[in-house]
């Protein structure tokens, strides 16, 4: 039961052609209003940058890129873990998932570790969210996200201890899966406009 | 524990890595090299876009999704990257 | 035996019976209550006193000044003055709605000791404030720019008390087993106590997007705000409807009672 293909293709065979919405429904209206949210912020975030490009990137450089980097990784290799969890919960392969959703956790709690790595030296060399506009944007949004991510975490956590007795759902398995891909993505974003792009 | 090696979501994951390693790259500079450039912001949010799409239709199974959901989630993808895009070509 | 039968003879009365012999009258009267209240607030706050949207945190001395003594703002806090009480009887009324579901008691309890908290530092302390400038003439000019700051910065600052809040209703509403209140409305509570978040920003910034009356720290918030609000009215509206009457607590038969 742990082969590959095998996996995803007893995964399509639970979807009808109507389409299948993993997870508890509730879920996908958060998930799209968050998008929604963030989406709004990212383009003011755009328009109040283009109002004073020097002074953004300027302190665009200050940003520590090689943490950034890290995680983002950090983010996909956890998200890679819980969509494997997910399929391998749906074959009922319980030691499994619960494996690699303990592992997404373990990986995924890396990144308020890192965060704090990098804000810490920030904050204390002087760059406040009340330094600039850009700062102020940078700490809002990577704040909002961090609270995001640690909200994930321990959803994920409940969805490990779920795994763990004799019926897990995997409803509620597919749920905390979605709810930390949304997290990836807001992230993947949120990388390309403070730490990337000019 | 190999067949998640072989496994399509793998593969996938290892795409986005690769990219993320390449869009720092080219987004990555310092000092009097750091200047305003269409092209790379471009690059940069184009190549997120293409991340975020991936995330969203192989490992959120939008792919599988309803119609509705299509719509609404690869709108989202589309949608902000071209008001990304816009605002900063309007301001420039 | 004569009980029993006495109280079936009521619910058939019951069935034809005027809208003051509603079993659920006292529910509806305090729901009643927040229309009413959030009716007055916004017409105190808005085209009465120009308290909302807020004026600017950069406002010159001579504005805060003008702002503190306009004989709008005597009127708002008159009305303020008067109206406040009827806070506590629309958060109570979430409360009671919050009891009948399945999550431990310690959410409506935090959820109240958050309203109350809220509810002093967030409209109190603002009309104590705005209301001195109204009422007490004679304060000099940077006595009185400090009531503006002390006034605004309780009015949105108190956001603590109301993520504490929100964040109880929400957990609540999402681990409910007796659905009380549907779970959608659980994840928009979420985002109206994240949104208390977003307005922490206005200790800091004097303008632009994240001061008091900015963009992202005002305007936004009230787009995710206003119409939770209402939303919220008309659920907690379908649940006290949906409540069956056997659970209502002035629906208990006494024991040894002779009823007519």
Same mark, same amino acid.
Not at chain 1, 69 to 75: D, R
Not at chain 1, 82 to 88: D, H, K, M
Not at chain 3, 141 to 154: E, K, W
């Given at each position: 039961m742990t082969n590959t293909m095998g996996t995803v293709a007893a995964g399509v065979e639970r979807r009808t052609s109507a389409g299948y919405l993993p997870g508890r429904p509730g879920i996908w209206f958060f998930i799209i209003g968050d998008l929604l949210i963030f989406g709004v912020y990212f383009v003011c975030y755009m328009v109040y940058r283009g109002q004073n490009h020097g002074?953004?990137?300027?302190?665009?450089?200050?940003?520590?890129?090689?943490?950034?980097?890290?995680?983002?990784?950090?983010?996909?290799?956890?998200?890679?873990?819980?969509?494997?969890?997910?399929?391998?919960?749906?074959?009922?392969?319980?030691?499994?998932?619960?494996?690699?959703?303990?592992?997404?956790?373990?990986?995924?709690?890396?990144?308020?570790?890192?965060?704090?790595?990098e804000w810490i030296p920030e904050i204390s060399a002087g760059l406040t969210p009340g330094k600039n506009m850009f700062f102020m944007f940078y700490y809002v949004m990577t704040g909002l996200h961090l609270i995001h991510v640690v909200l994930g975490l321990a959803i994920i956590g409940y969805v490990v201890d779920d795994l763990r007795s004799p019926k897990p759902s995997i409803r509620f398995a597919e749920t905390g899966a979605m709810y930390w891909h949304m997290v990836d993505v807001l992230w993947l974003v949120l990388f390309a406009v403070f730490y990337l792009m000019r | 524990m190999t067949s998640y090696l072989r496994n399509p979501l793998t593969f996938i994951w290892a795409l986005l890595t690769a990219i993320t390693i390449a869009s720092w790259s080219i987004g990555k500079g310092h000092g009097s090299d750091y200047h305003i450039s269409a092209t790379i912001t471009a690059i940069v949010l184009i190549l997120a876009a293409v991340k975020a799409q991936f995330v969203v239709r192989y490992f959120m199974e939008v792919r599988f999704g309803p119609t509705w959901l299509k719509f609404v989630a690869y709108g989202w993808v589309i949608g902000l990257l071209l008001l990304l895009l816009a605002a900063y070509r309007a301001t420039l | 035996m004569s009980g029993t039968v006495a109280i079936d003879a009521r619910s058939a009365f019951r069935q034809k019976s005027r809208w003051y012999e509603n079993k659920k009258l006292d529910q509806y009267l305090c729901f009643w209550s927040v229309p009413v209240f959030y009716n007055l607030f916004g017409i105190v706050f808005v085209p009465l006193s120009w308290m909302m949207p807020p004026r600017a945190p950069g406002n010159s001395i001579a504005g805060k000044i003008a702002f503190m003594q306009s004989p709008n703002l005597l009127v708002a806090s008159t009305i303020l003055v008067l109206a406040l009480g009827l806070a506590a009887v629309g958060n109570a009324v979430y409360m009671s709605q919050m009891r009948r579901m399945s999550v431990n008691p310690a959410f409506h309890f935090a959820f109240l000791a958050g309203a109350i908290a809220g509810a002093i530092v967030g409209c109190l302390f603002p009309m104590f404030c705005f209301g001195l400038g109204a009422?007490?003439?004679? @304060?000099?000019?940077?006595? $009185?720019?400090?009531? @503006?700051?002390?006034?605004? $910065?309780?009015f949105i600052g108190c956001l603590g008390c109301f993520f504490l809040n929100w964040s109880c209703l929400a957990l609540a509403i999402l681990l409910d087993k007796n659905n009380v209140l549907p779970k959608w409305l659980g994840y928009y509570t979420v985002w109206q106590s994240v949104t208390e978040l977003f307005a922490a920003t206005v200790w800091i910034a004097h303008d632009g997007p994240f001061a008091w009356n900015g963009l992202l720290a005002f305007w936004f918030d009230m787009v995710i705000y206003v119409p939770w609000q209402i939303i919220v009215y008309v659920c907690i509206y379908q649940a006290i409807k949906r409540q069956p009457e056997h659970e209502l607590p002035n629906c208990q038969p006494v024991p040894q009672a002779i009823y007519a």
């Open positions: 002074l953004f990137l300027e302190s665009q450089q200050h940003l520590n890129q090689q943490i950034g980097v890290v995680n983002t990784i950090i983010l996909l290799t956890s998200s890679l873990l819980v969509a494997l969890g997910t399929e391998a919960a749906r074959t009922e392969n319980n030691r499994d998932a619960f494996r690699l959703f303990g592992a997404a956790l373990a990986v995924g709690a890396l990144f308020p570790l890192l965060k704090l790595s | - | 009422f007490r003439h004679g @304060y000099r000019p940077d006595v $009185l720019a400090m009531l @503006y700051d002390f006034g605004y $910065l309780s």
